[in-house]
């Protein structure tokens, strides 16, 4: 058993561990390369990345649409131009960008945006996406799986023989907060639905999970949800969850994930860019949790006033597995304002960060930059312990650190800590 000397050896080892230790990233729009152009990589989409668009009109007045009629690599030179050369890249999503060309061995400092177009375009994807995990140090990663998206359906339907190192997880934003638009496409496939959701129809939508599931052989089941989501209410969202989604998942032991907060396009003119944040109610939460405590629930929440209550709720249910700092949380004053909270409240027994990256060189920068902001929280926790009297061991840290970063996740999923 390695004892640890003193503070100094204390935090450069909480430091060490956490570079090191692999991760398996729980929430990504990441896909193996056999889904084709629905795999995102390289340096003009890491620069058109819809955090940077938002970004780049604060400070243009080009139409939208203009923008949009731009070329990928017109869209990305003035991106460059405006976001990098004529304003210093501070935000996190422009640092992102110089991180990744620095992890390739390239010189940010050269700012030659055809010198790293040209090395990217040298990379076949396999060879991508090995450098990618390797420079990442993510092991496995979880894509974001849309059975109503047609090009991504093609390729489930024709014998897609997948990748172990990336897991799918059932998406059911379609589903669920459109249900008119579903029950159509779900008439089409051949289910016998109706929109009234009568006994025959909600035993067809879960025949249809059942396929899906079976198909996708999903790690969990996934919505993002609005700020006034609510249950139980009269909507066919809620009656779905009650009577498909939670019943499937529970027989499946598949855990509902439950990603709230989301104000889709309050601005429709930036597209992908254009959704907002909302505070969500807990209290609807709270009774899912209670109602069905059958089921395994994960939970993240988009607006930092929800952050408190997500943490709250978590101690109050053992079957909630609070996850990430997501999307405009995720930035380093505020994941470690939350880790450094998620510790105080729920000691190791949560999941810390995921990437959401939608950009395969993303996986870089989004763990290099939240391992650090973790590790400094994990330091202070430790520090804060040895001046207890408490001597955490090696052995210890390297238990803790594995668990934050993928054995929790694998553990709630019920494989024991260990990933399938
Ligand atoms: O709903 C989600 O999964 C969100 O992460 C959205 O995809 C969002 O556009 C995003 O990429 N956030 O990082
Ligand atoms: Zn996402």
Redesign the pocket.
Known sequence: MMVIANKEELTRLVEETVAQVPITDI???LFTPEFGPLLLRGIDELLTYHYLVAEVFRWIEMPYEEFWRLSKKEQADLIWRVLFLEHSPVSEACRGVLTVLKAFGLDPGARDLEEYRAFFAALPVETHVERVLQLSGVARLVM?NDPFAPEERAVWLDEYRGDPRFCAALRLDALLNDWEGACRKLGEWGYKVASALDPAAMAEVRRFLNDWIKRMNPVYLAV?LPPDFLWPEDSARARLIAEAVLPLAAEHGLPFAM?IGVKKLVNPGLRLAGDSVGKAGIETVERLCASFPRNKFMLTMLSRENQHEGCVVARKFGNLLPFGC??FMNNPSLVEETTRMRVELLGLSFVPQHS?ARVLDQLIYKWAHSRKNIARVLSEKYADLWETGWRPTAEEIRRDVAGLFGENFWRFLGYGGKAA
Do not use: L, V
């Open positions: 929430h990504t729009h974001t993002s990603m997501w999307w959401d």
